[in-house]
């Protein structure tokens, strides 16, 4: 039986050979090839080691292959982003491991982050914006759509159905209950569509200000601002002559120079600007109201105890698809996450159903 850390090498060999045939730059696809056969290759030792079948072996999981299928819709750049991840996490456990029984920490731990960077290194022919792939503190648009749309559906899936259960528990069902969930969907679908265009349009105007100060900084001090690039790269680890040959190239193409400063000085991901406040308030209003009906729906047809039955059935199993939902970017077991976030969902429409429930009797 395959073990969880060899499943993740397999998963990792299968989308490292999905970012190479699906790289248009020759040299990042090279680097993905070469990363694809190093996970391979450990793949094939526990074959070796385990006596089992390479071509059983080589399986990629349902969370691989929704990752590919992400990177068709969205674009791989976020599919790189995982895999940066899943080594830096790997790495941090094996450490954490050790430090807790008091093991010997050598170094090696990190090693699987340090390959990619190795390779890169030996690529004599890598720029600074190839660099820069390998380097995005965020991961992309598409990346954060998604996970938008999981907490989106999350939030108005759990407040509804609390408020919902309240109201249930007050009037056993009955009269305002289809009500009060219709007004708890919008009033909360409307306040996240404006908390979403605010964060976007505030953070937008504070970064287009500070990229106007780093572009005037790059036309009165240009030297200033070479080193500054090859002192960027050199601390990435790119031997310190290379460092300036990149340097010197970036800066002949300003706007080149400018958007590799933005983003690796500043932190700033130029792609996640040009998106649209009022598209964001739109996508957050929806998927607000898309987890929020649910628990209401049952409530159009049908009422009193029978309804409140019908409502927690389709809750509980939205729950579970959102909790499988987040292990996309969680890695934790399915089962594991998505019977927590029911355990967590029914717990909440538990209290606020039984304080309905007293509320309810007091009055009558």
């Known amino acids: 039986m395959k073990n969880s850390s060899v499943q993740t090498e397999v ?18 696809a090279g680097v993905f090839s070469q990363m694809s056969e190093i996970e391979r290759s450990h793949a094939e030792a526990f074959a070796r080691k385990e006596n089992v079948s390479l071509t059983n072996l080589m399986v990629p999981s349902w969370r691989a292959k929704t ?29 954490s491991t050790k430090k807790n029984k008091n093991l010997e920490i050598t170094g090696t731990e990190t090693n699987h982050v340090k390959i990619l960077r190795s390779i890169l290194e030996k690529e004599e022919k890598v720029t600074g914006g190839q660099l820069s792939r390998f380097e995005k503190k965020h991961r992309s648009v598409g990346g954060n759509a998604i996970r938008a749309a999981v907490l989106g559906g999350n939030d108005g899936l759990v407040s509804n159905f609390s408020l919902v259960m309240g109201i249930a528990g007050a009037t056993a069902g009955q009269q305002g209950v289809l009500l009060a969930g219709c007004a708890g969907l919008l009033a909360g679908a409307l306040s996240m569509a404006l908390g979403e265009w ?48 990149m340097a010197v190239e970036v800066i002949k193409d300003k706007d080149h120079a400018h958007q590799i400063l933005v983003k690796e000085e500043l932190g700033i991901n130029e792609e996640e600007l040009k998106g649209s406040a009022i598209e964001a308030a739109v996508y957050s209003f929806l998927l607000f109201s898309l987890g929020a009906i649910i628990p209401v729906f049952p409530f159009i ?18 729950l579970f698809l959102i909790g499988a939902a987040i292990t996309l970017f969680t890695g934790k077991n399915v089962w594991y996450s998505g019977l927590r976030q029911v355990l967590f969902g029914l717990a909440a429409a538990a209290i606020t159903f039984g304080i309905g429930r007293l509320i309810g009797v007091s009055v009558s």
């Open 11 to 28: 998963d990792a060999w299968y989308l490292y050979k999905r970012l190479a045939e699906t790289e248009e730059d020759a040299t990042i």
């Open 198 to 245: 605010i964060s976007v349009k505030s953070s937008q105007e504070l970064y287009e200000n500070q990229m106007k100060i780093e572009m005037e900084e790059l036309e009165t001090n240009p030297e200033g601002e070479k080193k500054e690039l090859a002192l960027i790269y050199i601390a990435k680890g790119i031997p310190e002559e290379q460092a300036h040959k």
């Open 301 to 318: 047809f049908a009422s009193g105890f029978h309804a409140i039955i019908i409502s927690v059935s389709m809750s509980a199993a939205g």
């Open 67 to 95: 990752f590919d299928l992400i990177g068709k819709i969205f674009g791989y750049d976020y599919v790189l982003g995982v895999l940066m991840d899943t080594e830096k996490n790997i790495s941090s456990a094996i450490i």
